[in-house]
């Protein structure tokens, strides 16, 4: 590398950070960032990981995450700094890979013996084969067996059963079994079939743990870092930099202009409008004067404000909120996974089929060592090898083909819950629209109104100039000489051009319950310039479309009556406004008191328990980070389908499940009885595990096209 | 039966060889970005040591 490295000297400990920035789409990005980031000064490199769409920088420690994060910008690529434990690359899916390399190599070598041995090598040649296979196999089993006798050690601690019960049991029955026989020159040894076991179910173990860490990744969990302290006005007039922990009631802060609030407080001095979207979902900011209530993670957006702190830390409403959430996740942890649902019926049924032909034997005199044989060979050949891969591998191509069409599903649990879904419950704003205004009225401007308009606009940090701005802007108007610029929240923007005073601002007139804002040059009336909240692309469609499949949707939003019934009375679906977060979290567990699996889609942090409380839920990519955290799914992009394509996606692979577990249940239902009646070698049952188990893999591989 | 005896031993380290080869690559990442390795190579390192402009044999 011969890039310049600024101010970095070759003895300074550098750090490295981790950031996550979805916005990379090709090698050209690659490429910019891997040397952009160089040449800045205090950066000594950056390594780009595409699948995970982070950037690893490693940089002097003195370089601060605003400057980093500016460099990014700099580039034109929006980043986010992760916390390192949240960054850590896929360590389970890590540790299982290497348990299935060994496996596979295992599995292979003791394949090639047991060929041999299956081809007629006899006498001190099969002992010798045996021996090899026990020697492979032992340490095989004791490595890439702990994943599977770790869980089913667990699940007998906790007093109930999992597939992994009978798994353990089966293969370490096997492989005693299998060393007596080695070790008295016997026939028959089942070290492949343990082994080839382990390895099929290591394999949809791997793919289980590859798809969560997909979604983490690409969710990209993380938090950006809000409000992480205030100004503290202190008596004497000075002001010093508090953290948000250890702010108290009774002091007085000091909020600038786009400042997030630490803390819960009332207005003592100022006046200004608060965005208050993330709390409320209200899109429209308020303006808020002396005395009033202003929360925790509101944006203040318009003059610098003094609040006297009334609650802070815990018990703020965010925090409200937070716990709410974290209260409503607890009664999905209680859903238990289709595997292991029918694992309750399974493990008990194998038991007893391999207990039932161990005495059927001995009563038939058969001597307890072919008994035992013939009960180890049941449990084998019903080992739930293709049940352990029916669901990972028609899941986790599922996920790969909603990927592809712009849904990420956190794991697989969520796609069995979105399958069940049969009610939709959708947040308005942001959700069901796209949660930015934009003007309709722009074309009835003249330039130069239209020049002075973004003038004025630019100046302010208010939704709806900011509307206004990137409207005009990417139209092409060229703002006018606008002079002695000043804002007064609530009221609006003044100006001089040309000598006459123009304003932007609250109309005078009735606009009829929509956003507007007014144009007024010198004495000309006033200009209304209209704003709507559009609907998301495809949205009516999209709601016809569950209509079709079985759900009814809802809407249930924290903004205003009259905008809500707008919406609902255009999507033709009921609705209801007004309610903060408790209050929806109530409608859905009052939904699923009624017998419904709630689908919830929502993007605000008003919307966090609600997510958490639905039987499964979806956000947009543009909500709320902690929305997203809680979301089962998100999608990606403007249109609103990918809830129907997820919908009908779920459905398609629940289908693929069941029949993957009705060919388990078939192959079983014939090869039972087979070893039942003692005639299981060892070869066949190598042949009937991978040939079931290719089966169920073909069989998921038909959902490839799912999401289109 | 006395090939045999050299034959396996030999498999087997070949085979071993082929797994600590994958254990080491897993342990240095390089199976953590499997779609960036497809696209880097569309990168021209223009300037780079490679091209003729920077030899750097003298």
């Known amino acids: 590398m011969n890039r310049p490295t600024g101010l970095l000297s070759a003895e300074t400990a550098l750090v490295t950070s981790r950031f996550a920035v979805p916005g990379m789409r090709c090698a050209g990005c690659i490429a910019k960032l891997e040397t952009g980031l160089p040449a800045m000064a205090g950066v000594a490199a950056a390594r780009v990981n595409f699948t995970a769409r982070q950037v690893l920088v490693s940089h002097d420690p003195a370089l601060a995450m605003p400057d980093l994060v500016q460099a990014f910008a700099g580039l034109g690529f929006e980043a986010n700094p992760i916390q390192d434990a949240l960054g850590a690359p896929d360590s389970e899916a890590r540790g299982l890979v290497k348990a299935l390399a060994v496996a596979g190599f295992a599995a292979m070598n003791i394949m090639l013996l047991s060929v041999s041995v299956w081809s007629g090598a006899g006498g001190v040649t099969r002992d010798l084969f045996h021996l090899l296979s026990a020697l492979i196999a032992l340490p095989t089993i004791a490595y890439a067996g702990q994943p599977f006798y770790r869980s089913a050690w667990r699940a007998l601690q906790a ?65 950006k870092h809000m409000a992480p302290g205030a100004l503290v006005l202190a008596d004497d007039g000075g002001s010093h930099w508090h953290r948000a922990d250890a702010l108290q009631p009774g002091m007085t802060l000091l909020v600038a202009s786009g400042e997030r609030l630490a803390a819960d407080g009332l207005i003592l001095d100022g006046r200004s409008h608060f965005d208050q979207s993330l709390i409320t979902g209200e899109a429209m900011p308020v303006a808020i004067g002396p005395g009033g209530r202003v929360l925790a993670g509101t944006l203040n957006c318009g003059d ?13 409403s965010i925090a409200d909120i937070a716990r709410l959430m974290r209260d409503a996740a607890q009664g999905r942890s209680r859903y238990v996974r289709i595997a292991d649902r029918a694992a309750r019926f399974y493990a008990p049924a194998v038991h007893a089929l391999a207990l039932l032909s161990f005495i059927g034997w001995m009563l038939a005199g058969a001597g307890w060592h072919q008994s035992l044989l013939i009960a ?28 592809r069409a712009g849904v990420l599903v956190k794991d697989g649990s969520a796609l069995e819950r979105l399958a069940e879904a049969d009610a939709c419950v959708f947040d308005k704003t942001g959700t069901l629209t796209l949660g930015h205004p934009e003007p309709i009225d722009l074309p009835r401007l003249d330039p130069d109104a239209a020049g002075v308009a973004l003038a004025l606009a630019r100046c302010s940090r208010h939704p709806l100039s900011e509307a206004l701005r990137t409207a005009l802007a990417a139209a092409g108007i060229r703002p006018r000489q606008v002079t002695l610029i000043s804002e007064t929240p609530g009221e609006g923007l003044r100006g001089q051009w040309r000598g006459q005073v123009v304003r932007l601002g609250r109309p005078t007139i009735e606009t009829g319950g929509m956003m507007a804002t007014a144009l007024v040059i010198g004495n000309a009336p006033e200009q209304i310039i209209r704003f709507i909240d559009p609907l998301r692309p495809h949205a009516a469609q999209t709601i016809s479309e569950l209509q079709h499949l079985g759900l009814g949707s809802r809407i249930l939003s924290g903004d205003a009556a009259a905008t809500v019934a707008m919406v609902a009375a255009e999507l033709g679906i009921p609705g209801e406004a007004g309610l903060d977060p408790a209050t929806k979290l109530a409608r859905i567990n009052a939904l699923t008191g009624a017998g419904a699996r709630v689908l919830m889609v929502g993007d605000g942090l008003n919307d966090g328990p609600a997510l958490a409380a639905g039987h499964v839920s979806m956000a947009p990519a543009s909500a ?4 997203q955290m809680a979301a089962d799914a998100v999608f990606l992009g403007s249109s609103l389908a990918p809830v129907a394509i997820a919908i009908r996606a779920a459905r398609a692979t629940q289908a693929v499940v069941r029949q993957n577990f ?22 066949i049952a190598a042949l009937a595990m991978s040939g079931s188990s290719i089966i169920v893999v073909a069989n998921a591989l038909r959902l490839k096209g799912a999401a289109r | 039966m006395n090939g045999i005896l050299v034959l396996i031993p030999v498999a087997l380290g070949l085979g071993l060889l082929g797994l600590f080869a994958f254990f080491w690559a897993v342990g240095r990442g390089q199976f953590d970005d499997l779609d960036g390795a497809a696209l880097r190579i569309f990168i021209d390192d223009a300037g780079d040591s490679r ?6 044999v003298d």
């Open chain 1, 159 to 223: 007093g109930h059963s999992n597939m992994d019960v009978p798994i353990s049991i089966g293969v370490s029955l096997a492989t005693a079994l299998s060393l007596y026989e080695s070790a008295t020159h016997g026939a028959h040894a089942y070290f492949d079939s343990a082994v080839m076991l382990l390895f099929f179910l290591l394999a949809g173990r791997w793919l289980d743990a590859v798809m969560r860490d997909r979604a983490r990744d690409g969710v990209s969990a993380l938090l």
């Open chain 1, 304 to 316: 610098a404000v003094q609040v006297t702190v009334t609650a802070a830390g815990a018990d703020t």
């Open chain 1, 376 to 403: 180890v060979a049941v449990l084998i050949i019903t080992c739930p090898c293709a049940l352990g891969l029916a669901v990972p591998a028609a899941q986790i191509v599922a996920s790969g083909a909603l990927m």
């Open chain 1, 624 to 627: 709320a980070d902690a929305s």
């Open chain 1, 662 to 683: 009705a060919l388990a249940i078939g192959y079983n239902i014939v090869a039972v009885p087979l070893a039942m009646a003692g005639l299981v070698t060892p070869l």
């Open chain 2, 51 to 56: 091209t003729p402009e920077a030899p750097d």
